[in-house]
Nanobody, 126 residues
Framework: QVQLVESGGGSVQAGGSLRLSCAASGRAFSDYSMGWFRQAPGKEREFVATISWSGGSTKYADSVKGRFTISRGDANNNFYLQMNSLKPEDTAVYYC???????????????????WGQGTQVTVSS
């Protein structure tokens, strides 16, 4: 059974940092791209960052570029989102997701992901 479990969310003041983790099981996740998405209250879920199956390529939403870093763990069954210089507009539920196709380079569209975690809340206060 494929499972993705996020952790590391919480409340932080503007300018602070958080590191989100996604523990993956039930699949050879090292063969697939991974992504992070977020959904703020009253808004649609949006792309945040993605990393290719090899870890050699990353993409970011313009709103987080330069502040967030996506990475894969050594075992490749865990991946992370380091979030620095957090802003109140980063407040959202953050989801990790696994790519649909093997050896993917990472995509911004949600349709390219087949498995999703339950989400972890991030709240940034001003």
């Amino acid at each position: 059974q494929v499972q993705l479990v996020e952790s590391g969310g919480g409340s932080v003041q503007a300018g602070g940092s958080l590191r989100l983790s996604c523990a993956a099981s039930g699949r050879a996740f090292s063969d697939y791209s991974m992504g992070w998405f977020r959904q703020a209250p009253g808004k649609e879920r949006e792309f945040v960052a993605t990393i290719s199956w090899s870890g050699g390529s990353t993409k970011y939403a313009d709103s987080v570029k330069g502040r967030f870093t996506i990475s894969r763990g050594d075992a490749n069954n865990n991946f992370y989102l380091q979030m620095n210089s957090l802003k109140p507009e980063d407040t959202a539920v953050y989801y990790c997701a696994s790519g649909r196709q093997k050896y993917g380079l990472g995509a911004r569209n949600q349709e390219n992901y087949s498995y999703w975690g339950q989400g972890t809340q991030v709240t940034v206060s001003s």
